[in-house]
């Protein structure tokens, strides 16, 4: 099993940037696929981005494409999530996943989330 903790959500305006933290402790983690997903009140969970385990490939949904990017620190075994020109729809709780590797990622494991709240 693999713990992840996500840190570095807030409260921002439209257009600003953050960067989110997902910090992975357990088993093997380095040879998991990473990746974020967010979940808007009242909508299913969705697919953000994803890494997969050397961090040569990344995949990101359609609706964040240009303006977020994945990256990952395997000797820190961190993922960041990268959020610039932030908008107001992009207000969700983020959640960090490690899984296997697809076309975007099959979770196995998830963190607790954190809060990103973009004001207009």
């Known amino acids: 099993q693999v713990q992840l903790v996500e840190s570095g959500g807030g409260l921002v305006q439209a257009g600003e940037s953050l960067r989110l933290s997902c910090a992975a402790s357990?088993?093997?983690?380095?040879?998991?696929?990473m990746g974020w997903f967010r979940q808007a009140p009242g909508k299913e969970r969705e697919f953000v981005a994803a890494?997969?385990?050397?961090?040569?490939?990344?995949n990101y949904a359609d609706s964040v494409k240009g303006r977020f990017t994945i990256s990952r620190d395997k000797a820190k075994n961190i993922v960041y999530l990268q959020m610039n020109s932030l908008k107001p729809e992009d207000t969700a709780v983020y959640y960090c996943a490690a899984g296997w590797e697809s076309a975007t990622i099959v979770p196995q494991d998830w963190g607790q989330g954190t809060q990103v709240t973009v004001s207009s």
């Open positions: 357990g088993r093997a983690i380095s040879i998991y696929a």
């Open positions: 890494i997969n385990w050397s961090g040569g490939r990344r």
